[in-house]
């Protein structure tokens, strides 16, 4: 992958509408918060949150990941197409062993969990590419295609560190507007490294 960081991140601001008073930018924050409170409101009975992480995880993949190729405003449908038309029961196994693998990797040692947290970080986006795919082939593949690229996207990450330091002396609220930027430059690095196609194209096939 070729592409910098700086040219991800202005991808990103470009299609979230260049700032962030844009409309999509200001949707795609609520996308957010709508996922945070949904996930806040049953991670008190534990397993509420583990059946809805992998579907809601999906449908924001699909918000920032149909932004990047070209869809023109964000449709808060797509938060729920994970529990519609993208296969229920495999994101919630995707979701649910994911998360459990990325914990067992952490109680080895905080670094191991840091990279198979990156190593996983596009099965996602895989799943939204390959509706046939199980969640060991999305996890397998995302694997793969990180192998050589964790720490690209680990410093892409950190190239936002002085976005949210800002958000921080901004009453902390800023932090807020940063989330979306940030995922959108991650859907931007997903399309760089598999070479994605365009949303009108995909729909055409």
Known sequence: MNVSRPELRARARAKLGGNIFAANWLMALVAILIVSLIVSAVSFTGI???????????GLALIFLSLARGKESVDFGDLLKGFTDGGFV?????GL?????????????????????YSYSMSFYLAIDHPDWDWKQCIDESRRIM???KWK???????????????????????????????????????ELTGGVVVEEKEAA
Request: net charge negative.
């Open 48 to 58: 509420g949150e583990l059946i809805l992480i992998g579907p809601l995880s999906f």
């Open 153 to 191: 996207l680990f410093v892409l990450d950190l190239s936002f560190i002085g976005w949210y330091i800002v958000g921080m002396l901004a009453c902390g609220i800023g932090v807020l507007w940063v989330y979306p930027y940030n995922e959108a430059a991650r859907a931007e690095f997903y399309q």
């Open 147 to 149: 192998d050589g690229n």
């Open 97 to 117: 062993l994911q998360n459990i693998f990325i914990i067992l990797w952490y109680l080895l040692f905080i670094i191991p969990g840091i990279v198979k947290t």
């Open 90 to 94: 495999r994101l919630l196994l995707l």
